[in-house]
């Protein structure tokens, strides 16, 4: 699969809608930003061994390696939620 470079223009795009968004983001409470790490947490929780079967078809790693990563993914989220 090849996948193209981004223009200069890709890139602005981007930073300018990036930059739009933050404006509005800013301003949401706390406990409402949170919420999206919450669904993130929740669903690798329920897919972990899926997303684990998957890395190894991808990237090749033993199922063991990557059942830990997802362990590892699902304790960044749990810190980051409460954080």
């Known amino acids: ?5 981004s223009t ?4 602005d795009e ?8 933050f404006i509005e983001w800013r301003d949401v409470p ?3 930003r949170v919420q999206p ?3 993130l947490k929740a669903l690798l929780e ?3 061994e899926e997303l684990a079967r998957a890395i190894t078809r991808e990237n ?20 980051s ?3």
């Open 81 to 83: 939620a409460r954080a």
């Open 14 to 21: 981007a930073v300018a809608v990036a930059s739009a968004a």
């Open 46 to 48: 329920t897919h972990s």
């Open 60 to 79: 090749g790693k033993v199922l063991a390696e990557a059942r830990a990563e997802m362990r590892r993914m699902r304790r960044k989220m749990r810190r």
């Open 30 to 32: 706390p406990p409402e």
């Open 1 to 5: 699969m090849r996948v193209p470079f």
């Open 8 to 11: 200069p223009t890709d890139v």
């Open 37 to 39: 790490l919450f669904r």
